[in-house]
């Protein structure tokens, strides 16, 4: 019996180390792995909420059982990671109204402004877009057709008819920006491509008038993880089924593709935040579809200058990319030391894209 009884300590031990130190590397991975020399390791920060979650029985177990002595070291981790899981489930309260001199800046990848389609002469994303009250909208996979049927530019004119002032169009040979948009409420100055790593994707940075001050805003859509639907249904029956070899042969072609992508998205962010380093303004916004979550190297570079409004002023898990049981929060909007948010928030109201819109109340700190 004495022998048994330190086997299963042993194993407990295992178990305890092993689950502590998987949730301290997914907590700073960002931190401590470079996409581009290690790309799969950089995925870690995926499978942290799972492993947050399971120190967090793990504590709750030993806390039952009175095994104070096994308690201490996944309690330690926890601790250590409160900023990891702050930033991936963060609990602010609201403000009752719109603070004043705030603007509401939205961003949407709206999925080809959802796929272009009219129901009794209506879109229902340029029907959100237009009641939304935002000062700033910020579209990604922005696209209109020529065709009657669908959504025209005569169709986004007249809805965004409160919006004077927009980029929408290409200088000759930006054929990469053409999804990307913006419609504002204030004058924009200036309109420009942020020179990357060659992608399908990108960044587009605006100039606006603010007053007697500019905002410095980048619209961004970086790297997708090319996912196609065959990859995306296999992942939801994973999720459903757990058959083994179904579950072994989809982690394969999901983590390759993932750790691809991390790879190229990882220079993209760098070029951004370079971008921002050189340019003299004190108030900056970064938003868009980065296609990570919080606990990436692409939004770890990111946040370098700026701060995460969903961290400082949302609630809950903020879920934005919402099809095929992908449940994650990859859109998002941060804002310089020299600007605040509040109620920042991801609205599930529309289900007419694959993502939901992320919007917040951003002013003069």
Known sequence: MRSLG????????????LASAG???????????QPVRFPILSLAGFVFTPLAMF??????LFLVLRSFRFIWLPLLSLVLCYSQIHDCIPFNSPV?????????????????????EKKNGTNAVLEYLKASGADIICLQEYNVSTNKKFVTQADVDKALADYPYRATKLEQGQKNMAHMAIFSKLPVLKTERVNMQRSSNGAMAYQLKWGL???????????????TSQDKELYEQMIEKHEKEQMKEGMKVLVKKLAEAAAIRAPQADSINSYLARRPYIYKVVCGDFNDIPLSYTHHVLTR??????????RGFGVSYHKNKFLFRIDHLLVSD???????????S????????????VEKN
């Open 338 to 348: 020299a600007l605040k948010t509040q109620n920042c928030a991801v609205d599930a």
């Open 55 to 60: 120190n967090i029985l793990l504590v709750l």
């Open 96 to 116: 009752a109204s719109k603070p004043e001199e705030s603007l509401k800046i939205l961003s949407f990848n709206t999925m080809s402004l959802g796929r272009m």
């Open 305 to 314: 200058q700026l701060h995460d409004a969903f961290t400082e002023s949302g």
């Open 6 to 17: 330190k086997i299963l300590s042993l194993v407990v031990w295992v178990i305890v180390i």
């Open 213 to 227: 001050d500019t905002l410095l805003l980048v619209n961004c859509h970086l790297e997708s993880n090319k996912l």
């Open 350 to 361: 529309i289900q007419a894209s694959d993502h939901y819109p992320i919007w917040a109340y």
């Open 23 to 33: 949730l301290l590397f997914a907590a700073y991975s960002q931190v401590l792995v």
